[in-house]
């Protein structure tokens, strides 16, 4: 059963795009409730930097990243161009001038996709390997 | 503004109190955050920020937030803040921002309350200074003279950002509102001092005002508008700004006796700033053209400009090293200090130019440690009250200590 899940997942990723998704290994994931199925590599680093609030139907973004690791480092330099530190940086500059509340965090992809199942609105990411059902995957345009 | 502390104080018990029976929704998060520092400084020569040459404590900053998620889109922060930078501040205990901030669209979000002014790259986050290298903000586009000019208004602010696809984003701010000036404001007092010098230079009599100064009676609510553009550009890390003010106020005088409007025409800032990887590369160029208008005299100009450009880097994850160099001038059009001369002073009051070398220690995610040394020629920046006979080439050692949470 999950070998033909694998399998109908890699399919799933060559109609969709194959590169369009993969190609920092890594998949950005939402909760089923977003009605979104693409987005630009701009508005993910919008989304991460809280600029960019709310999807296309007007619901609100919920954002959510790892605490650390290569996962979390290989995100923020590909999609948010920012070190992991400078990121921190940033949302620590929202917190003393009131403009924004950073992300929740969490130390597994594991507690990520959990929120992020039952969360209305959430975005995340986890390193590039079949996600479960209770989440769907959102492409990324080059 | 006791009506809006008033208020800020209600709205605070009843975060903090919250009964629950009067929510008809799910009570919502309060995040809780802040900071505390302890700094030393000391000089060479001149005075700086106060009683520099004999070594100061009287450097600190404390500060607590409370932010929340009212409902979908609607926030309210607030932050309590206290600190002590030798002659300013004194540890009087202040609302520093508080505003609730409605956000439907991206494009377009609105702000009301005490809410920190945008100007420049860093300005509203400078009494938080563990999130920079350097202990100082380089004086020269952020002088502690002007902070009280700078550091938040009261009023409403349009907010939003704004994607140009291939070009990157624009992100925009602007404001309307209202400043509280001390009546012993060390900017006022300095403003006046280069309303004399003009006067001297054309043959007006100011009696016994230099150089001890004026010391302004009474101020009126200063209004201000403005704003801030941000081009985030295509160039991955690479943005450019630019910070725009505009104000008025009033000011009634001891010592000439006169009654003054004090007018800001522009105050600008213009940035630049690349991010790669563990490097940072920043540049500001700021100018103040203002005028003080005395009725039946004429009116004076009152002009700033000051520039610097710096670069910081990441040498690891403990340490973290800055270089910048700028130069302020009181009076732009004198920058070789003529006028100074003129009104009897030395010349090198007409500027002040800053190199600094620092270093940061992150001693863990919350606790970090920093020195550094600026070498400056020119007193520009220092008080004239402070240093009637200012030493020209001088040194200032700073080293602080800062926790936040």
């Known amino acids: 059963m999950k070998q033909h899940r694998q399998t109908g997942f890699f399919i799933f990723l060559l109609l969709l795009g194959f590169h369009s998704i993969t190609y920092a290994d890594i998949l950005l994931i939402t909760n089923n409730s977003v009605i979104d199925t693409s987005i630009s590599k701009g508005d993910v680093k919008r989304i991460f930097l809280g600029k960019k609030k709310h999807w296309s139907d007007g619901s609100p973004i919920k954002v959510i990243t790892l605490k650390t690791g290569a996962v979390h480092e290989n995100f923020m330099e590909t999609y948010v161009n920012k070190t992991p530190y400078s990121f921190s940086a940033f949302w620590r500059r929202a917190i003393v001038t009131g403009t924004g509340i950073p992300p929740k965090s969490f130390k597994t992809e594991k507690e990520l996709l959990r929120f992020i199942a039952e969360n209305r609105g959430a975005v995340g990411y986890i390193s590039f390997s079949p996600p479960p059902l209770d989440v769907k995957v959102l492409i990324i345009d080059k | ?405």
């Not at chain 2, 690479?238 to 006796?257: C, E, M, P, R």
């Open chain 2, 1 to 405: 503004m006791t009506s809006l502390k008033s208020a800020i104080i209600c709205l605070t018990l009843f975060f903090l109190i919250r009964p629950s029976s009067v929510y008809s929704y799910d009570i919502p998060e309060i995040h809780i955050h802040g900071f505390l520092s302890q700094g030393y400084f000391w000089s060479t020569e001149n005075q700086y920020l106060g009683d520099s040459e004999e070594g100061s404590f009287e450097f600190n900053e404390i500060g607590i937030n409370f932010t929340s998620e009212l409902f979908e889109d609607l926030r309210f922060g607030i932050q309590i803040f206290s600190r002590d930078m030798g002659e300013y501040g004194n540890n009087d205990l202040e609302v520093d921002w508080a505003f609730l901030d409605y956000h439907k669209k991206d494009w377009a979000g609105v702000r009301v309350g005490k809410i920190k002014m945008p100007y420049g790259l860093f300005n509203k986050e400078r009494d938080a200074d563990m999130l920079r290298i350097p202990v100082f903000l380089p004086q020269t586009v952020y002088p502690e003279g002007i902070r009280e000019m700078l550091v938040a208004f009261q009023g409403i602010e349009l907010y939003g950002s704004c994607s140009l696809n291939q070009m990157g984003d624009i992100d925009y701010e602007a404001f309307i509102g209202t400043l509280d000036i001390d009546d012993d404001s060390p900017f006022l007092t300095n403003m006046f001092l280069y309303v004399a010098i003009q006067a001297v230079a054309q043959g007006v009599d100011v009696g016994n005002y230099l150089p001890r100064g004026l010391n302004a009676l009474q101020t009126d609510s200063t209004r201000i508008e403005g704003g801030k553009i941000t081009w985030n550009t295509s160039i991955s890390g690479f943005q450019a700004g630019w910070s725009f003010l505009h104000g008025k106020s009033d000011v009634t005088v001891d010592g000439i006796n006169f009654e003054s409007n004090f007018s800001i025409d522009s105050i600008m800032v213009f940035s630049l700033l690349y991010e790669k990887g563990d490097w940072l590369f920043v540049a500001e160029y700021a100018t103040m053209d203002a005028s003080v208008d005395v009725p039946g005299l004429k009116s004076y100009p009152v002009e700033l400009e000051g520039y610097y450009a710096g670069v910081g880097y990441k040498a690891s994850d403990i340490i973290e090293l800055a270089c910048y160099y700028g130069e302020y001038y009181p009076i732009p059009e004198d920058k070789d200090g003529d006028l100074f001369k003129a009104a009897g002073l030395k010349d090198y009051y007409a500027w002040q130019k800053d190199l600094t070398f620092a270093v940061k220690f992150n001693i863990n995610e919350y606790l970090a440690s920093k020195f550094e040394v600026h070498f400056i020629d020119g007193v520009g920046l220092c008080s004239l009250d402070n240093n009637p006979d200012a030493d020209r080439n001088w040194m200032l050692f700073t080293g602080k200590i800062s926790l936040s949470f």
